[in-house]
């Protein structure tokens, strides 16, 4: 496999999310990838609420919400001796993650999945599906 430039790690906070940056620092430290990348995806808060509370506001709600997001992934990243960059994003996720891939040269993306299956991943959704659907590099799934 040929050294990346950045690899990419979509975080939320969850347990999951953790062990997603836990495997891409072991692939940082291997000298797979010159950098690590950690991202937080902020729902948009647009619309009708925007229309009530002042921007300067929805941003730095973005900011905090995105930095809990973002507390135990750097953490993670610390424990293993990797550097890691962080980002806050506020949209769709998968878009989000390919805008970030874009910008950052990334060539991989890792994330985190409980590995909902069936009629339960169609109800609830997948982020993990929704940055596979966008992604336009290689994704890696971790459980």
Known sequence: M???????????????????????????????????HLLNVQPNLGGAISSFVPRDQIDAHH?????KGLETAVAVAKKAGVDAKVHIGVG???????????????????????????LAGVLLGSVAQDVIAHAKVPVTLVK
Request: charged share 25%; proline share 0%.
């Open 2 to 36: 040929a050294k990346m430039k950045a690899i990419l790690v979509a975080v939320d906070g969850s347990g999951t999310s953790d062990r997603a940056v836990a495997h891409a620092a072991q692939l940082v430290a291997a000298g797979l990838a010159d950098e690590l």
């Open 63 to 67: 900011r905090e919400e995105g930095q």
């Open 92 to 118: 769709r996720q998968g878009e989000i993650v390919n805008d970030f891939v874009k910008k950052l040269g990334a060539g991989l993306v890792v994330i985190g999945t409980r590995g909902h299956t069936g």
